[in-house]
């Protein structure tokens, strides 16, 4: 059996997330609900980079690089213009995104951010501890861009 894409398991997890986040929201409150979402959105993200780390040990710019080009971005769901690849910086920018446009089909753009983007530092966290990352917008914010950038940590 083929694996499933990113863009995939997202959308399977939001077909059966969105209903049970929508009732607690009215339930507890919108601010409430997201706040715990959020959180253990992260805490998944962080795992799994964890686990990600495990399998494909990322720590260099230039790993990262290989690690991206061969996964999430291989996929087709993001389309990225690379605007820095050295071996202290690796940056590029999403100018599609499909988990935007995903979200949206499915009436949750207002949930996009925190279902998806929001994973990305802690996913980062687990998968790459000696790279510092920054991210400044995103088009699920309403940018025309996210701005994915990434760099060796200075030496202490």
Known sequence: ????????????????????????QEAFGEEAVNAVVARTIRGIARAQGEEAHRETPVATTRNLATWMGSGILAEGSLVADVVEDTDTRYGFDIRVCQFCEMYGELDAGDLGFILSCNRDFAFMEGLAPGLEFTRTRTRMEGAETCDFRYRARPAE
């Open 1 to 24: 059996m083929a694996e499933l894409t990113t863009l995939e398991r997202r959308r399977i997890e939001a077909e059966v997330l969105i209903p049970v986040i929508r009732a607690m």
